[in-house]
């Protein structure tokens, strides 16, 4: 059925007539998408019409006519639209039924109303640019082959048009871009230039004239490396001639420029290559950003970190290094000697009553003598040597490159001649004397810190001897300082009462009663926190002070016994004795005094020996050893089973109980061989009528076990740990209401 009311003749002069309109719109592209809408329809007498662009993934409608313009949106993707197929195929796609058609979009088409419709691909030579769409609504009026004919025969007329429109609205868009460009040229804050290939300045932006205090006309046509101070210049026309021949894509340094008001400022610049449309890099375009102020306060704050690095390593009193830099450079110094096998001094200085000084005139008094000295001592030695102010009126000096110790003696003798005028403080003339200590490297250490310690040894020796210099001497220190510093604050720590006594029960195996506590000594050190005996007990024995020490833990253990008396608790406490008090024949007599300043009875006292002990001079220990059984107090041997005692010496001895050493019983679960010399050693102290203990007793199994081979005593912490006095007395009375309970309960 024909629709049309027009025929084919007047459907040409109506393409014809568009045409020329089309022509006369002059490429504005929304006027001759308009006109393509409009007059496609008027062709077909179709009800709208549309004329999309195709912009990457989407289409574009850039004119709309009668009911097209119901579809709203602008911007579709391709692949929800119809016209996806026309654009596929190339082809013109006549939609005679397009409520029933799948590849209609149906959401759209319901916003359109469209019965049939009619998609036309317009072209740019082969390439489909976009497409025309034109829809009828009325159902028996559908659109057909021949307007589908019609349509692209027009869409042959248009497409030209079209591409040219679109083409110079993309031109046009470039053009709008350069004025952006220009405008952010202009008004560009930083520094802009454009360059030629060679580097001269084709333009700059204002902003860089004013940075250079200089005209355009006057910097066009020059090298723009010139402006920079030389050492930066050859650096920037290198990288431009990298960047140009394609070896980078851009580059960015820091330098320094020199405009003619001479003031130097710090440039940033940052350069890339200006592509034109062929791709090939003509031109480059530069960003310079003044960091002057940047610069500035970058460099205060490397001076700043100087500074603080200065102070970290100085004394701020006389300027001289510290201790860190002294271990510093000593440790650089030995590392030096390493290499070439060479020696060197580290000596500490310690001025002699500098205490009193600073107590009686004043610490401003005690700095300017500090000040004095150190200045003095500063001007005795050489530029190479390091003095240093440790602290207090310590100081350290160190001297690198020696052959041999000698080379120190005409260093001692500037010294004391720096020191031999007084020093006049507060209009006193002040003797000044120092003790120096002098440890050698690699002789009497290879690390820093090993030689401080060497020759603080050494001054303390010098100070003893009050002589004025010492070396450190291996012979007479044969304890290291670690030791020297334990034995120096262990006397302190009797004085101070740092040394407190831990109790541990002995049971008595067949009913669990407990008749004696032993008491073990710990050390609770004021920085270092408790420290067992094993950590101290060795020092003290190799020094008197075990005597005072062991004097120190009975008065103690005998001072509980008391209160616990006071309490009705009748127990017996055992002390452990170590082999130098057995060699002590003052012994008995000091332990008698105790007891009776206690005013606890002897029996109260148990004294336990190691084997070992006794066997260091067996005459000594007997003659000992029976002194204070007689005055009552019982005498255990400790460790049993460690030693080489043999039967018949103990059975000379005046001893109570025997306690077998607590790695036997450990391992009596285990060891077969351990149960038997469990086992011989309880049977050997019922024939010698000793009273035998099991040490180390930690578990339930063991228990049994021992009460099985008729053991009588057991200690271990299966029953309790060492703890303090308190917490024994609770255990024990929490322990005798049980026991009442028991009976009551029985
Ligand atoms: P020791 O006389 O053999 O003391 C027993 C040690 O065994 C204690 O260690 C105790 O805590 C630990 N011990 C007790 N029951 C068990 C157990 O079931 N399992 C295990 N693994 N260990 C247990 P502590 O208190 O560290 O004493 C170590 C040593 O220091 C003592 O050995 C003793 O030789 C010495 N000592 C302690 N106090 C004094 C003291 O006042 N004077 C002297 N001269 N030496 C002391
Ligand atoms: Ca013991
Ligand atoms: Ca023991």
């Given amino acids: 059925m024909a629709r049309a009311t027009l025929d084919g ?3 040409l002069t109506l393409i014809i007539k568009a045409q020329r309109e089309i022509a006369a719109a002059d490429g504005d592209l929304q ?5 393509i809408a409009e007059r496609s329809q008027a062709i077909v007498e179709a009800d709208g019409a ?19 313009t119901a579809a709203g949106d602008a911007v579709r993707p391709i692949s929800s639209s119809v016209a996806r197929y026309a654009i596929e195929s190339g082809q013109p796609l006549l939609i005679e039924d397009a409520p029933h058609d799948p590849r209609v979009n149906q959401e759209l088409r319901a916003k359109v109303g469209d019965e049939s419709l009619i998609c036309v691909p317009l072209r740019n030579g082969a390439e489909v640019i976009g497409t025309l769409n034109v829809m009828s609504r009325d159902a028996d009026q559908r659109l057909d082959h021949d307007d589908r004919e019609i349509l692209e025969m027009l869409s042959v007329v248009l497409s030209a048009a079209v591409a040219r429109a ?16 220009r405008t952010l040229f202009e008004g560009a804050s930083i520094g802009i230039v454009r360059m030629n290939r060679d580097g001269t300045i084709v333009e700059v932006n204002p902003a860089l004239e004013h940075m250079l205090e200089t005209d355009a006309a006057l910097l066009v046509g020059r090298a723009f490396s010139e402006h920079l101070v030389s050492e930066h210049r050859m650096t920037v026309e290198a990288l431009l001639r990298e960047m140009m021949a394609g070896r980078r894509e851009s580059f960015e340094l820091e330098g320094r420029c020199q405009p003619p008001s001479g003031q130097l400022t710090w440039w940033r610049v940052r350069a890339v290559r200006e592509r034109s449309d062929q791709g090939t890099a003509t031109r480059a375009v530069a960003m310079i950003e003044d960091i002057t102020e940047h610069k500035h306060a970058e460099r205060e704050l490397i001076e700043q970190a100087a500074l603080n690095e200065y102070q970290a390593l100085h004394d701020p009193l006389t300027g001289l290094p510290n201790r860190v830099l002294f271990g510093e450079r000593i440790g650089q110094a030995i590392r030096h000697a390493r290499r070439n096998r060479g020696q060197l001094a580290v000596l500490l200085m310690d001025l002699d009553r500098f205490k009193e000084v600073n107590d009686s005139l004043g610490h401003p008094a005690g700095d300017q003598l500090l000040i004095e000295v150190s200045d003095r001592i500063r001007g005795a030695i050489r530029d190479s040597d390091t003095f240093a102010r440790l602290g207090g009126d310590e100081f350290g000096l160190l001297l690198p490159e020696l052959n041999d110790s000698t080379g120190v003696m005409p260093v001692l003798d500037r010294i004391t001649a720096a020191l031999e005028a007084p020093i006049t403080v507060h209009t006193l003339p002040l003797a000044v004397e120092a003790s120096i200590g002098i440890a050698m490297y690699p002789e009497n250490g290879e690390e820093a810190q090993e030689l401080i310690q060497r020759a603080d040894v050494a001054m303390y020796e010098a100070k003893r001897e009050s002589a004025s210099a010492c070396f450190f001497d291996q012979e007479t220190h044969q304890y290291d300082t670690h030791r020297l510093t334990l034995v120096g604050e262990l006397r302190r720590a009797i004085e101070r009462e740092e040394l407190v006594l ?14 004696s506590v032993e008491a073990l000594v710990r050390w609770q050190h004021p920085s270092r926190g408790l420290i067992f005996p094993d950590a101290f007990i060795p020092i003290a024995q190799e ?3 075990i005597g005072p020490l062991t004097l120190h833990v009975v008065a103690m253990a005998l001072r509980q016994g008391r209160i616990w008396r006071d309490d009705g608790l009748d127990l017996t406490i055992a002390v452990n004795l170590s082999t130098r008090n057995l060699l002590d024949r003052e012994l008995p007599h000091r332990l008698q005094e105790l007891l009776k300043r206690a005013n606890m009875p002897a029996t109260s006292l148990e004294l336990e020996v ?3 002990s006794m066997l260091a001079n067996p005459k000594r220990a007997k003659v000992v050893l029976g002194e204070l059984s007689a005055l009552g107090i019982r005498l255990s041997i400790d460790d049993f089973g460690t030693g080489y005692s043999s039967l018949c010496y103990l059975r000379e001895l005046p001893i109570d109980e025997i306690k077998i050493d607590r790695s036997f019983v450990m391992r009596m679960n285990e060891e077969h061989d351990d149960v038997a010399i469990v086992r011989s050693t309880i049977d050997l102290g019922r024939n010698l009528g000793l009273d035998v203990v099991a040490e180390g007793v930690e578990t339930r199994e063991i228990w049994d076990k021992l009460q099985e081979l008729g053991c009588q005593t057991a200690q271990g912490y299966y029953l ?13 009375e929490a322990r005798s209401q049980l026991a009442v309970a028991t009976a009551a309960a029985e």
């Fill in 610 to 612: 190691t084997e070992s």
């Fill in 9 to 11: 003749n007047q459907r």
């Fill in 166 to 181: 679109a083409q110079l609205d993309a031109r046009q868009e470039e053009a709008k871009a350069l004025t952006r460009f």
């Fill in 720 to 732: 309790s740990r060492p703890v303090p006095a308190e917490v024994l007395t609770e255990w024990l």
């Fill in 50 to 68: 549309m004329v999309n662009l195709i912009e990457g993934e989407n289409l574009h409608t850039r004119g709309a006519s009668g009911i097209a």
């Fill in 502 to 515: 831990h109790y541990q029960p002995k049971a008595m195996l067949n009913n669990s009663s407990i008749r």
């Fill in 31 to 35: 006027t001759v998408m308009q006109l």
């Fill in 543 to 545: 020094t008197s002070l």
